[in-house]
Structures are given as C-alpha cells and as structure tokens.
C-alpha cells in the first residue's frame, strides 16, 4: 500500500466534509432540544457519513476514548456531552451556509448518501445475521465506506469535481483517481479513521472495500462483511428472480451465507433508505449513483445579474445573524475559561479547516501579549511576553489594529518580526495570520492561526468569516471574565462579613465560657484531693478552653495556642474516654474498647488537634451504630511507612459500613444541605488536622461490615535515614 501523498493528507487535516443539508439541519435542532436523548442523536448523526466522522474526529481530537476504547456512536456522544455537541452542530451548520454563501458551490449528495445508508444497513444486517457482537462497527464501517470521496471533494473541491463529473460509477473514479492523485478514496478514508486510532479493522474495511473476491478472501471478518454488503448494494437482480450476481460464490464462501439470503437482507436496506429518504424531504425515486454530483447554483438565472453581488451580501450577513446565533448562546453558557478557549478552538477548526488556533492574550500587569494556556497548544508559547508596540510585531499590530496581519502579507517583510517567526515555529507551521479579538469593552488580544502561504491565499475570501469568529471569541472571554471578576467581589464581600460576624460571635461566646471555667475551678477547689471527680473536671476544663481557642481561631484574633513537643496519644485517648464513654457510647447501647499499646511513646505535635481528630471520628461511629454496637481504638508503635516511625491509631466500628463511592470521595466537604443538621464538614476537618500533623489517614468499609479508621502519626520530627 503506497502512503497518501502530502497534499492528500492536507485535505485529510482540514476535514472539509459536506454534509446532507436535511440531516444536518435536523441535527442542530435535535442537539437543542434538551429533551432528546444521546440514543436519538446517535441515530440520527449515523444517517450521514460527514456527520458521523466530524464527530468521531472531535473525540479524537480531545483524546476521550483512548482510556477506554470505542464502543458505539452513542457512547461517543455521551463523551463529547451535550454542550459540545451543540457546539458543535452550530459551527458545521456555519459551516455549510459559509461554503454555500462563499465558494458558490453546490453539490447533490442523495445518491452518495443513499448508497452509503444502505451499505451500513446491509453490512448490520449481515453482522446480526452471522451472530456476531460488532454489528455496530459493521454499520459505521458500511456508513463510512466512501468517506475518502468526501474527503477529497472538500480538500481538492474543483480538481476532484472534475474527476466525479467524468466517473460513471466508482469503478471509473477508481480508474481516474490512481493515475490522476497517486492515491484513491479508499486510501483516503482508511487514513482519516487510522487518526482516530479505533481498537478495530473498520480502516481495513474501507481500505479493502473495492479489492477482488480472491483478495478479500483472507481478510479480517469485518472488511469481508463490508466487501458483501457494498458488493450487494449494487444488485439489481435477486437469486430468487433466476439470476446470481457473480459476487454471491465469493460471498458464500466467506461468510457461508448464499445469494438467496442476502438478497432479502439487500431488499429490505433498500426499503429502509427510501423511507428514510421521504421522510427527510430527499429525492426517494432518483436513480441511485453513489457518487456526489456537482449541480448548477440554485439562484443561478432567477436574478439579474447586476444585483448577484448585492443578493450575496445579504445571504451572507443574514446567514451570520441567523446562524452565529446558536454558537454566540453556547459559547455565552460556558462556564469555565479552559472549556470556552477549547469550544472556540473546535469551532475555528471545523469552519475553516486550518486545526486549531493558539490565543495570545493581554496581560493584566503591563502592556504585552503572552500565550495562554488552551487545550492543544504547545506550553512554549505561554513563556513569550510579545511587547504591544505597533510595528514591533505582527502580532501586536494586530492587537492595537483591526485588520487581520499575516507573514504573508505583502507589507509583511518590514513589520515581521522574530517572535512572529518563533510563534509560527511554535505552532509548527510556515507562517502566521493574525485576527484581532475586539470585545465589546476593550481588545483581549489575537486569535493565531499556523499556516502556510497555500493555506493563507486559500482563506482569503474567508477573512470576514474569520474575524466574526475572533470577535465572538473575544465577546465571550469579555463575558466570562466579567462573571468571573462579579463572582471575586461576591466571595470578599461575604468572606468581610463573615469575618465580622465570627468577632462578634467569639466576642458573646468567650464571656459565657469564661464564667463556665471560673466556676469549674471552685467546684474543683471544694472537691477532696483523693477524689475521681476532680480529674474529670480537669479534663473538661481542658475541653472548654480548647473551644474557646477554636472560636479565637475562627475569628481571626491573635491567639497564642499552647503546644506540646510531645504528647502522650494514649493518655489522650483515655482522658477522653473517661469525659464522653457515658454520653457518647454506654447511653446508646455502644461498647467502646481501648486497646492501647504501653510501648508507644508520645509524638511531636498538638494536643488539641489531636483530641479534635478523635472526637470527631467518635461522633462518626456513634451516629453510623444508632442501634448500638462496639468501637475498638487500638494503638500500635514502631509502624513503618515512608523509612519513617509512625504510631497507629485504629479506630473498628460494627456499623452498617459504606459503599465505595462514599469511601472514595470520604474526606471531601459534603453538602451542607445532604442531611439535615450536619454541615458535612467533620471528616474533612479531620483530613486536614492530621494533615497538619504530618500524619496519613485512610479508610476501609464495606456495606455491611462496618468501617475502620487508621490514621499514621510520626514519631519523630524528621524523616530517619
């Protein structure tokens, strides 16, 4: 197989694919209609071969399926999600006004398409027939069959028009195309779907969809089936009329299925495509040609000649009012930068066919451009600062004028500069051209296009289109950082008046708590020395006063917190037995062991974070074991982790336990509002606490089988080598 040559390829990149005008029109409504299932959109995008490969080309273009692997068209749209899938059918729908407005070029796809649909169905048909699970593949690869002609038609547009205009049948164009191309259709599609690195042979399928009988023999299954189904779809005489096309020896032999079982399969697809047909408003009846076929422009001869140049104006600025529309309210809905810089860089592509654009972006802090940072975009342009100096660069002028500038330009040789040749370096391309992005405020900076010089002269007449698109761009950016600067002054508003209310609430809560300390001290002070009461005293205390420095905290005053250098985990852990067995465990029914080993020493570290670690994980277990049960807190010295001393501490519950996607995401903030009465905070606190201790916490639970806490505190300040 000889590789496609370069040019070829360049067509291949711009995926200039036209679609049937009827099913892309009901794919842009059906994408905004919310009630639409991604089932219902995968049926329909699989009516129509350009459709399907635009979006199989955007999945590959974000990578979301290499983890995984392809499984079905449906699947593929569930990845993009509905908002890029809006997205994405407004910029093709652009698209096709803007081929139609622009290049004055009008071509009849209904005998292509009505081929292609029927190589699908049949291909499925026989899939289902042999029992096979790929029946799916089969009827993408069938669709997708001939895509290396739309490929061509949309790179090579005129060259290859000329090729269809002479070509009967496909045999014929075969014929043209070798000599002609130093290449074929087949070669080009299989090239586009090997980009998409597909887990399948569907790029052998359409490679080999033309070979002899005797070739496709040792095939794979899935190019075999397409080989029959196009084979088929081509048979005007069925076996059981007396007549057996001569591929029906061939196809037994492989699939072991006889002429008089196929051609009901091939009937029954034809039946299919014509319904379809009538129902999208296409021509049922024509006679089938499953080439695309250059037609006269539709308002050829109804006008006068004089005014053609005004009638087009107008076509083309109502079908930017009409058709920017969806875009611009998509683009708007978007909320996050990243996404928005990667929608207008997927729009850009599928309009103008040049990949995707880079975006050079005002900085805030002084006068220059730097590179920002967008899915797909190589990092060294984010390390350039571009001075905004008229004449110093192409891309500054640019961004202080608003006119598109280029390398390519014919005034280009005495305002180019070096960082202009570093820009296209980076982007990998001859030269670059680029388009202002004026807001509606202000210029954000310029929209870069890596290019070359064929490319440029190609886009010439596009240049319009293209700006309306930087301007949109820059609109939107204008618009999300507006929400995003409103959404800053929210958070320091509320974030002040919290602050103020947190003084006021430590303010009324310290008066009380003080009272509550002095008045502790004289019951402790009447009580005997040799009594067990007194130290129980002691211990709350010692609690008290660790609230009142979390609310000291929390209200931002300067607090000096004691600190130990070591501290005693097991003296801690039976302290706080002793205060909160009664209250916590013993009142509800809950037993609570303490298995504490003697060796352990004490850890570097505090006090109070330590008891607030602990409180917290045995609220937890008391509320998860409401019907009672048993808490083991065991500790353990000398545990090894990280060439590091650590003491363990163990906390087993016999409550119901948790699934795995609770235990997952266990130490993130709930929802406030998830359980009534619970901020969903604790066990995030309680990450963060050992955090701060330099210490690890994790967690294992199943359903039904309780939940256990272990959480690693170093023993020493340093790592020990």
């Known amino acids: 197989m000889q590789p496609v040559p370069g040019p070829i390829l360049g067509a291949i990149e711009s995926i200039q694919l036209p679609s049937m005008p009827q099913v892309l029109l009901r794919f842009l409504r059906l994408s905004e209609d919310d009630r639409a299932t991604m089932a219902d959109l995968a049926k329909l995008a699989g009516q129509d071969p350009a459709l399907c490969a635009q979006l199989l080309t955007t999945t590959y273009t974000t990578g979301s399926w290499h983890e995984r692997g392809f499984e079905s068209l449906e699947r593929c749209l569930e990845t993009l999600g509905r908002q890029r899938i809006r997205i994405l059918a407004a910029s093709l729908t652009i698209r096709s006004a803007f081929a139609r407005a622009v290049d004055d070029q009008n071509y009849d796809l209904t005998g292509f398409w009505r081929h292609s649909l029927q190589v699908a169905a049949i291909a499925r048909a026989i899939a289902v027939r042999l029992d096979r699970d790929d029946s799916e593949e089969a009827y993408l690869a069938g669709l997708l069959h001939d895509l290396g002609q739309l490929l061509l038609l949309g790179g090579l547009r005129s060259r290859y028009a000329t090729l269809l205009a002479w070509s009967r049948d496909e045999a014929a164009l075969l014929a043209l195309e070798r000599p002609e191309l130093n290449t074929d259709h087949t070669a080009v599609g299989a090239a586009l779907i090997d980009q998409w690195q597909l887990p399948s042979f569907m790029a052998d399928a359409v490679l080999f969809h033309h070979r002899r009988p005797d070739e496709i023999h040792s095939a794979d299954p899935l190019s075999q089936i397409v080989w029959a189904a196009h084979a088929a779809s081509a048979w005007t005489v069925a076996a059981d009329d007396g007549g057996k096309p001569f591929e029906a020896a061939a196809i037994e032999t492989m699939l072991g ?31 089938m040609t499953t080439l695309p076929r250059s037609s006269q422009a539709p308002f050829e001869g109804m006008r006068p000649h004089e005014h053609r140049a005004a009638w087009d104006e107008i076509e083309v600025a109502v079908c930017d009012m009409a058709m920017m529309a969806p875009l611009q309210r998509d683009l708007f809905s978007i909320d996050s930068e990243a996404t928005l810089l990667q929608a207008i860089q997927e729009s850009a592509r599928l309009l103008f066919g040049l990949g995707r654009p880079a975006f050079l972006l005002l900085r805030e802090d002084k006068p220059a451009l730097f590179g920002a940072d967008s899915d797909g ?29 280029s390398v390519f330009d014919l005034d280009a040789a005495t305002s180019a500069s070096l960082v202009d040749v570093q820009i296209g370096r980076a982007l990998g391309s001859e030269g670059v051209l680029y388009l202002p992005m004026r807001g509606n405020v202000r210029t954000l900076g310029v929209m870069a296009y890596g290019l070359s010089e064929t490319q440029f002269r190609q886009q010439l007449s596009h240049l319009d289109w293209m700006q309306r698109l930087a301007k949109l761009a820059a609109m939107s950016l204008e618009k999300w950082w507006a929400i995003r600067a409103r959404e800053q002054q929210i958070v320091t508003d509320l974030t002040a008046r919290f602050e103020q209310q947190a003084r006021q609430v430590a303010h009324e809560a310290g008066n009380p708590l003080s009272i509550i300390t002095n008045y502790l001290k004289i019951v402790s002070d009447r009580l005997p020395d040799e009594s067990g009461v007194r130290h129980e005293l002691d211990i709350l205390k010692e609690e008290i006063d660790r609230v009142g420095l979390i609310i000291h905290r929390l209200s931002g005053m300067s607090v000096k917190v004691p600190t130990s250098d070591r ?33 352990l020493g004490a850890v570097p570290g505090s006090r109070d974070q330590i008891k607030q670690i602990v409180l917290n994980l045995w609220k937890n277990a008391a509320e998860a074991m409401s019907a009672g049960g048993r808490l083991v807190v065991s500790t353990t010295a000398g545990v090894r982790q990280g060439g590091r001393d650590h003491a363990e501490i163990r906390l087993a519950d016999t409550g119901p336990g948790l699934p795995p996607a609770v235990v997952r995401n266990l130490f993130q903030p709930l929802d406030a509002y998830r359980r009534p009465g619970h901020a969903g905070m604790g066990l995030s606190i309680v990450a963060t606490l050992v955090k701060g201790l330099d210490g690890q916490i994790t967690a294992q639970s199943r359903p039904g089988q309780g939940t256990t806490f272990i959480i690693l505190l170093p023993q020493s300040e340093r790592s020990e080598k």
């Open 257 to 287: 299925l006889p002429a008089d079982s196929l051609a009901p399969l091939q009937r029954q697809a034809v039946a299919e495509v014509e319904q379809l047909a009538s129902a999208l408003g296409a021509n049922a009846t024509a006679p």
């Open 377 to 405: 975009r190589p990092s060294l342009l984010q390390r350039l600062n571009v001075p905004l100096e008229s004449g110093k660069s192409l891309a500054a002028t640019a961004a202080l004028g608003e006119q598109p500038r």
């Open 567 to 599: 501290v005693d985990v097991n003296a801690v852990i039976e302290g706080m037995a002793a205060l909160y067995r009664e209250s916590l465990f013993t009142s509800h029914g809950i037993a609570l062991d303490l298995i504490l080993d003697e060796t």
